[in-house]
């Protein structure tokens, strides 16, 4: 069974940065795309980053691009976002996502199968 365990939130001033971690287990993941949501209090779960873990390749929401940077360690089976100069706005539950690389988009929620428990990021300003 697919486990995702994300870590790596907290409080930190605007400007600031962190780093989410989401440790992926229960089976191969060499066919699957990885994503990062988030959800703020009263307003739904936005799509923030996702990479494929086949070919590295990434792709990110406007809001964050230049700012955020979303990678994988494959010894590790572990997905990192780095987040970099924060803002108030970038507060949030952040959570890890699996599905499969089979195609469709991947900024959709609703096309991820697999989800961790999510990690709070404050930004304070």
């Known amino acids: 069974q697919v486990q995702l365990v994300e870590s790596g939130g907290g409080l930190v001033q605007a400007g600031g940065s962190l780093r989410l971690s989401c440790a992926a287990s229960?089976?191969?993941?060499?066919?699957?795309?990885m994503g990062w949501f988030r959800q703020a209090p009263g307003k739904e779960r936005d799509f923030v980053a996702a990479i494929r873990w086949s070919t590295g390749s990434t792709y990110y929401a406007d809001s964050v691009r230049g700012r955020f940077t979303v990678s994988r360690d494959r010894a590790k089976n572990t997905v990192y976002l780095q987040m970099n100069s924060l803002k108030p706005e970038d507060t949030a539950v952040y959570y890890c996502?699996?599905?499969?690389?089979?195609?469709?988009?991947?900024?959709?929620?609703?096309?991820?199968?697999?989800w961790g428990q999510g990690t709070q990021v404050t930004v304070s300003s």
């Open positions: 996502s699996a599905r499969g690389d089979y195609g469709g988009s991947f900024y959709q929620s609703s096309n991820y199968g697999y």
């Open positions: 229960g089976r191969t993941f060499s066919n699957y795309v």
